[in-house]
């Protein structure tokens, strides 16, 4: 087992140590990694290749998964495929966070890695999914570029 695979596992929630077995059992394999224990804030990254492309990442404490349609392509997220896949309009978070508050363990927030991905990864599959993937994705990467307008303004 590659090295960053074995601090991931050491370190992951069990949410994300699901995932990463489910990812293998599924026949994806670590084709990149980096970071670990000499890493600064101990940050990891693992891209899972199989099918699909999914990037884990360990970022100063906190866990974000990324999903490619294809090897080496544009990342997209998990919540949003999910909301898509079940057919409803992604929203983003509320604005009521203070920036002083600790940040979520995991990202996206209150969803289980390894109860989605699976279903998403299936989702991705059928015919027109990856349309509406894409379209999904634009569509929340235009609000979240308002929810961040707002709450500079709120700020002021």
């Known amino acids: 087992m590659n090295t960053v695979r074995e601090y991931v596992d050491a370190v992951a929630n069990d949410d994300v140590r699901a995932t990463l077995r489910w990812l293998e059992e599924a026949g994806y394999r670590v084709t990149s990694s980096r970071g670990g224990p000499t890493e600064s804030f101990g940050n990891a990254l693992l891209v899972f290749t199989g099918r699909r492309e999914v990037e884990t990442t360990r970022d100063r404490g906190q866990w974000m998964i990324g999903i490619s349609l294809a090897p080496g392509g544009e990342r997209l997220w998990l919540d949003v495929l999910a909301a898509a896949r079940?057919?409803?309009?992604?929203?983003?978070?509320?604005?009521?966070?203070?920036?002083?508050?600790?940040?979520?363990?995991?990202?996206?927030?209150?969803?289980?890695?390894?109860?989605?991905?699976?279903?998403?990864?299936?989702?991705?599959?059928?015919?027109?999914?990856?349309?509406?993937?894409?379209?999904?994705?634009?569509?929340?990467?235009?609000?979240?570029?308002?929810?961040?307008?707002d709450v500079g303004q709120e700020r002021s």
């Open 86 to 149: 079940g057919g409803v309009a992604w929203a983003p978070p509320p604005h009521r966070q203070p920036f002083s508050s600790p940040l979520p363990e995991q990202l996206p927030v209150d969803v289980s890695w390894s109860a989605s991905l699976p279903e998403v990864l299936g989702w991705l599959d059928e015919p027109g999914a990856a349309e509406e993937a894409k379209a999904a994705t634009m569509k929340a990467r235009d609000l979240m570029q308002r929810w961040w307008r």
